[in-house]
């Protein structure tokens, strides 16, 4: 079992840019980013495999996040660009699904979560 943390949420503008950062304390495989805004289900919204070669995200982020890992420091990263009020949820890291990479039922090791707001 791997401990994950998160960390660098806060309080953005609309058009504003946040890093969000997931330390294991271990090794991981594939490393997702899900959100979770109030009254929804919780939602994939990135995802990097064991290299970081390859990478998906959710049609709501493309072009705008991009999740990158650095191996040396067991640290996933996601870089939020152009936030918009709607980006606003509680953002989680989760590792090594062993099932779909899209379902957040088949993560097993999850983060705290860290709050991202964005004002308009």
């Known amino acids: 079992q791997v401990h994950l943390v998160e960390s660098g949420g806060g309080l953005a503008q609309a058009g504003g840019s946040l890093r969000l950062s997931c330390a294991a304390s271990g090794r991981t495989f594939s490393v997702g980013w899900f959100r979770q805004a109030p009254g929804k289900e919780r939602e994939f919204v990135a995802v990097?495999?064991?290299?970081?070669?390859?990478?998906f995200y959710a049609d709501s982020v493309k072009g705008r996040f991009t999740i990158s890992r650095d191996a040396a420091k067991n640290t996933v990263y996601l870089f939020m660009n152009s936030l918009k009020p709607e980006d606003t949820a509680v953002y989680y890291c989760a590792s090594d699904p062993d099932g779909s990479w899209r379902n957040p039922e088949d993560y097993h090791d999850w983060g705290q979560g860290t709050q991202v707001t964005v004002s308009s």
């Open positions: 990097i495999s064991e290299s970081g070669g390859t990478t």
